[in-house]
């Protein structure tokens, strides 16, 4: 037996009623001001209005004012800690340049003072001076320094070689040779504890020292024990032979003589007119060689020449060379910067003659540069 169907309609209605009843049970019911709560707080529909749109008010707020929040937070935690301790930069090592070039100017000023001229010093030295020299008796012709030393911060010890000549009255002159004079320089500014170049001011607490010539050496062995003499047959020696005078007179091409990706330059303008080697020495364990080895042997020499000025006066040179073999023939592969010292090779003193109270002290190491 079927049942029967109800009308769509009706159900409709039916509904359409039940979502009304919804509507009104959800709908807040009015409390009037004056009835409390179950809390025993006091409400109205308009009261609760206004805080919910003040609930959503701040919900908004927060929403947009995140990205701002977050830069905010990561600026704090990016900078340093308070009370964290900063990193201090290292202290630049004081620089002896400025003290040194005082002190060799000074030198030469009170080289070349004398009586009535003490003036001349203020610059360098404050104290009171009197000379009894007559002024220019004492010159210095060439000037270095050989040593400088910090002996407290600002304070330094500089120690000058001057290669004076002493001219009397006639006229006449005499070099008396390399002397050795020892300063005491003060420095302010900023280069006394800083980097070169920065301004500072210098100041000498006395008068220079005289002091004896720093002890000279005689050098270790050197690593070229083969002696090959000059002798034109042998092939390394023609090779030394021919790149020099290249290299010093400008005759013919290096490229002749240098190994390929050698980038060696001739002296320009030429300073000799002609080359003569008068020895070579070089490291072969074989002294009667001459036979090119294969290629990609190495050989160092030490040659001697003399060569002659535009003028043909002769002058008295020595080089170190590094040279290769390949296709039967030696190469020159680079000029050294010093002659190659044996293994193991050290300097031993010289000792120094005694010389008689009141004679000036020379040097036996080389010359200085000019001032």
Avoid: C
Avoid at 55 to 72: E, K, Q
Avoid at 114 to 130: H, I
Avoid at 293 to 322: M, N, R
Wanted: glycine share 10%; hydrophobic share 35%; aromatic share 6%.
């Amino acid at each position: 037996m079927k049942r029967p169907r109800r009308p769509r309609k009706a159900a409709k209605e039916q509904f359409v009623e039940a979502e009304a009843w919804d509507e009104e049970v959800e709908e807040p019911q009015e409390t009037s001001a004056d009835d409390p709560d179950e809390t025993g707080w006091k409400t109205s529909t308009a009261k609760l209005a206004g805080l919910s749109r003040l609930a959503r008010i701040g919900v908004w707020t927060l929403v947009a004012s995140g990205p701002v929040l977050s830069m905010m937070a990561f600026v704090s935690t990016s900078g340093p800690a308070q009370g964290a301790t900063k990193p201090v930069p290292a202290a630049t090592p004081a620089s002896s340049v400025g003290p040194a070039g005082f002190a060799e100017l000074y030198v030469a000023a009170y080289l070349q003072a004398g009586q009535g001229t003490e003036r001349d010093l203020a610059p360098y030295y404050s104290g009171s001076v009197a000379l009894g020299v007559k002024p220019g008796t004492r010159t210095a012709s060439q000037s270095t320094v050989i040593a400088s030393r910090q002996v407290q911060p600002g304070y330094w010890s500089v120690t000058v070689a001057a290669d004076v000549t002493a001219h009397d009255d006639n006229g006449k002159s005499k070099r008396l040779g390399v002397q050795y004079f020892r300063v005491g320089v003060q420095a302010a500014g900023p280069a006394a504890d800083a980097e070169q170049g920065a301004a500072a001011a210098y100041a000498a607490t006395s008068l220079p020292s005289q002091v004896t010539a720093p002890a000279a050496l005689t050098p270790g062995g050197l690593a070229y024990e083969t002696d090959r003499g000059s002798s034109s047959a042998d092939p390394s020696v023609e090779t030394a032979r021919g790149f020099l005078a290249a290299y010093l007179t400008g005759t013919t091409e290096l490229d002749r003589y240098t190994s390929p990706g050698t980038r060696l330059q001739p002296i320009s303008p030429a300073p000799y007119a002609a080359v003569k080697v008068t020895g070579v020495q070089d490291d072969s364990p074989k002294a009667g060689q001459q036979k090119v080895p294969a290629d990609g042997t190495v050989l160092h020499q030490l040659v001697q020449v003399e060569a002659a000025d535009q003028g043909g006066s002769p002058v008295l040179l020595s080089y170190a060379l590094t040279l290769k073999s390949r296709a039967g023939r030696w190469e020159v592969a680079t000029v050294d910067d010093a002659p190659a010292i044996r293994a193991g090779g050290t300097p031993s003193a010289v000792p120094q003659a005694t010389a008689p109270p009141g004679a000036p002290t020379t040097a036996h190491s080389p010359s200085p540069s000019n001032s």
